[in-house]
């Protein structure tokens, strides 16, 4: 859009200075007649005129006594014929040197062919423009019809090839891709046992996991052309590029076949159609139509395999997910701590790392964290290291470079007064003594009251392993871990002085409770089933968003999430008060060092982790 109002403003200033050029050759014409017509003829009668310079519609006058008069008369009408008309006889005229000459020059040209053809060039340039405009946006091929696709073709060579020594970890996506790879390479080998060879593989898992890169990575093994093209490239302002674009990119697959059509986001096509969310868009369901079309067009042999990414399996249309189309779904993870540690290797390939660094630790310390993620982090940390003026980087830049990747960067512009740091102090304390106290809380790892993010402070709990379940004694503890904050706030300051800092805390807690209770099966009082409707199961149930409980159930489940708060809040208030004394300890120390990692917190604490489980 800003490239639009751009070519719009040098086409108005394109207008505006023809305007003036023309104006220019016009004006300079307009010399004002000293004499009237009727004057040059009564000076002609009195044989007082020598010669008549005609140009046009402008007559220059020589006078006998050597004067030159300027006067007009109308284009198209001869001189004699005017003159006649002022009662001049031919004879009178004969005395006179009428000499006719052409307008001529650069400026009688443009004079003549801007008013023509001034506005016709300016629609083309217009046109030429907006057309150039729309083919930026889809992509940067200049040159090129509107409908034609403008995925990227990409042979992998050599040096920018990627192979799945690249992608670490993703052992059992590899596995299955590998085959893939088969496919591509001997592909006779499979048509010759009649074997049907697939033809599509839709990749799942949420961003920066690495979908693109394992694609990518499947062009490379095989050693085929990749063409690439996102979802979102083929839903565009004209309706039915989408669809044109899609058969120009099979089109180009099946000449340069063996070869890799990657659609990337497929969610933006591929939605469900008919549904009416997010409003049935029309070019999207063309666009969709033609990849399905498409896909059932060629044969299964035909040496093209699609691949699909999608963090939206959940939103397809089923019959992408058909026999015959994307049938192969291979799930792409969050990397465990094992990938993690290999993919930190990757990075730190390339960089000068201080030879204390563990990734080993690090892996520990990201659980979470996606490839895309652990890339960033290392670089962030790279980047840090060099505005330090460090010739290595150490451990230290990558465990500042971990905060600022999960909470955001570092606010220390932002400024407290020293009450409101003391209250964060408290506060983020209470989170951090509490989480200490109880047994099934993940280890405090860093507290701090540096402001970042939305966050006033933070405290990071983490546990040492992936955690892929969590019990229910683990529930109960977070829960009150997510109050602490909110409770030594109104321990230390009163009812009267609880801020309006703990708002997300407490929606945390809500939603621990309610998880716990709903989808769970936590609550004896409720018993071992799940209530209410997840997105998922909306989707899978075509948009029904029905209540799978009644009523009476929804008030024991309100108060059984009550409950569970309150239980939670007087056992963080219990833990707390009999505490008091650490908790002013790491408040001060807060105060003084701003953030304490984790061996420095359990020294200041100095209380064993866990012990205050049965209080
Ligand atoms: P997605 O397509 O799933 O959103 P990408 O493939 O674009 O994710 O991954 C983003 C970046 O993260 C990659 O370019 C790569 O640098 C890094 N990355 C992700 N996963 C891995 C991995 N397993 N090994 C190495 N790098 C990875
Ligand atoms: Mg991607
Ligand atoms: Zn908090």
């Given at each position: 859009?800003?490239s639009f ?14 305007a003036?050029?023309?104006n220019v050759v016009r ?6 007649p000293t004499?009237?017509?009727s004057?040059?003829a009564a000076?002609?009668g009195r044989?007082e005129v020598?010669t008549v310079?005609?140009?046009?519609q ?8 050597g004067?030159k008069?300027?006067s007009?008369?109308e ?5 004699p014929?005017?003159?006649?008309t ?15 000459t ?17 506005p ?6 217009l046109f ?7 083919q ?11 409908g034609?696709?403008v995925g990227?073709?990409m042979v992998?060579d050599?040096k ?6 690249d992608?670490?970890?993703m052992?059992?996506s ?12 001997n ?12 033809k599509g593989?839709?990749?799942?898992g ?6 693109t890169?394992?694609?990518?990575a499947?062009?490379?093994e095989a050693g ?5 093209m996102s ?10 590029v ?5 058969r ?8 340069i076949?063996p070869?890799?059509?990657?659609i990337?986001?497929?969610d933006?096509?591929?939605?469900r159609r ?6 049935s868009h029309d070019?999207r369901?063309?666009t969709?139509n033609?990849?399905?079309v498409?896909?059932d067009?060629?044969e ?6 699609v691949i ?5 399996p ?8 058909r026999?015959g ?8 993870n969050?990397?465990?701590i ?6 930190l ?6 960089k ?5 660094v563990?990734?080993r630790?690090?892996a520990e ?17 790279a980047?840090?290291?060099?505005r330090?003026k ?5 451990m230290?830049e ?5 905060d600022?990747?999960l909470l955001?960067?570092?606010r220390?512009?932002?400024?407290f007064s ?8 408290y ?8 989480g200490h ?6 280890p405090?790892?860093?507290v701090?009251?540096?402001s970042?993010?939305?966050a006033?402070g933070?405290?990071?709990?983490m546990?040492?392993?992936d ?8 529930f109960?503890d977070?829960l009150a ?6 409770v030594?706030?109104?321990l230390?300051y009163?009812?009267?002085m609880i801020?309006?800092g ?6 945390t807690a809500t ?5 716990a ?6 609550s ?5 089933r799940?209530?209410g ?8 149930g075509q948009?029904?968003t029905e209540?799978?409980?009644s009523e009476?159930?929804?008030e024991v489940i309100?108060s059984e999430v ?5 239980d939670?809040?007087a056992?963080?208030?219990r833990?707390l008060?009999n505490?008091?004394?650490a908790?002013d300890?790491i ?10 990692e984790?061996?420095?917190?359990v020294?200041i604490?100095a209380i ?6 049965q209080?």
């Amino acid at each position: 859009m800003r490239s639009f109002l751009k070519n719009l403003g040098i086409f108005v200033v394109a207008m505006v200075l023809l305007a003036f050029i023309a104006n220019v050759v016009r004006v300079s014409k307009e010399v004002t007649p000293t004499i009237g017509l009727s004057e040059l003829a009564a000076s002609i009668g009195r044989k007082e005129v020598k010669t008549v310079e005609v140009m046009d519609q402008d007559l220059t006058i020589t006078l006998a006594d050597g004067k030159k008069e300027i006067s007009r008369k109308e284009t198209g009408e001869s001189l004699p014929n005017v003159l006649h008309t002022y009662g001049l006889t031919p004879e009178q005229l004969q005395g006179v040197n009428i000499i006719v000459t052409q307008e001529g020059g650069w400026r009688y040209w443009v004079g003549m062919l801007i008013p023509v053809f001034g506005p016709i060039l300016l629609i083309v340039i217009l046109f030429y423009f907006m057309a150039r405009q729309m083919q930026g946006a889809a992509g940067g091929r200049g040159g090129m019809g509107f409908g034609q696709s403008v995925g990227k073709e990409m042979v992998p060579d050599e040096k920018t090839k990627v192979t799945f020594a690249d992608v670490a970890g993703m052992k059992e996506s590899k596995e299955e891709l590998e085959e893939v790879v088969e496919f591509l390479k001997n592909a006779e080998k499979f048509v010759g046992m009649g074997a049907k060879i697939p033809k599509g593989v839709l990749l799942m898992g949420s961003p920066g996991t690495g979908k693109t890169l394992l694609a990518r990575a499947v062009a490379g093994e095989a050693g085929v052309p990749f063409l690439h093209m996102s979802g979102s490239e083929f839903v565009e302002m004209f309706v039915g590029v989408g669809a044109s674009r899609v058969r120009d990119l099979f089109g180009r697959a099946k000449k340069i076949a063996p070869a890799i059509v990657f659609i990337d986001e497929i969610d933006a096509v591929g939605r469900r159609r008919g549904s009416g969310m997010g409003g049935s868009h029309d070019e999207r369901e063309q666009t969709l139509n033609q990849i399905l079309v498409e896909m059932d067009g060629f044969e299964s042999n035909s040496g093209i395999i699609v691949i699909a990414a999608t963090n939206r399996p959940d939103v397809l249309d089923p019959a992408l997910l058909r026999p015959g189309r994307f049938d192969r779904r291979v799930t792409v993870n969050l990397p465990d701590i094992n990938e993690r540690e290999a993919i930190l290797a990757i990075y730190a390939k390339n960089k000068k790392l201080e030879p204390e660094v563990s990734l080993r630790s690090l892996a520990e310390r990201t659980p979470g964290f996606t490839g895309a993620d652990l890339a960033n982090l290392m670089n962030e940390a790279a980047i840090l290291a060099v505005r330090r003026k460090m010739k290595t980087i150490s451990m230290n830049e990558i465990l500042e470079s971990i905060d600022k990747v999960l909470l955001g960067p570092e606010r220390r512009s932002h400024v407290f007064s020293d009450a409101e740091k003391k209250m964060t102090a408290y506060h983020e304390g209470g989170h951090a003594l509490v989480g200490h106290l109880l047994k099934h809380s993940d280890p405090i790892r860093k507290v701090s009251i540096i402001s970042r993010g939305h966050a006033g402070g933070y405290t990071l709990k983490m546990p040492t392993e992936d955690k892929h379940y969590y019990t229910r004694a683990e529930f109960i503890d977070d829960l009150a871990v997510a109050l602490g904050g909110y409770v030594a706030e109104k321990l230390v300051y009163g009812d009267e002085m609880i801020s309006t800092g703990p708002s997300s805390d407490l929606r945390t807690a809500t939603r621990i409770a309610r998880d716990a209770v709903t989808q769970y099966g936590m609550s004896d009082l409720l018993g071992p089933r799940t209530f209410g409707t997840r997105e998922d199961l909306v989707y899978l149930g075509q948009g029904v968003t029905e209540k799978d409980y009644s009523e009476k159930t929804m008030e024991v489940i309100d108060s059984e999430v009550a409950r569970l708060i309150n239980d939670a809040r007087a056992r963080a208030a219990r833990l707390l008060e009999n505490h008091r004394d650490a908790l002013d300890r790491i408040t001060e120390a807060l105060l003084k060092e701003e953030t304490i990692e984790e061996a420095r917190f359990v020294e200041i604490v100095a209380i064993e982790k866990g012990s205050g489980a049965q209080e």
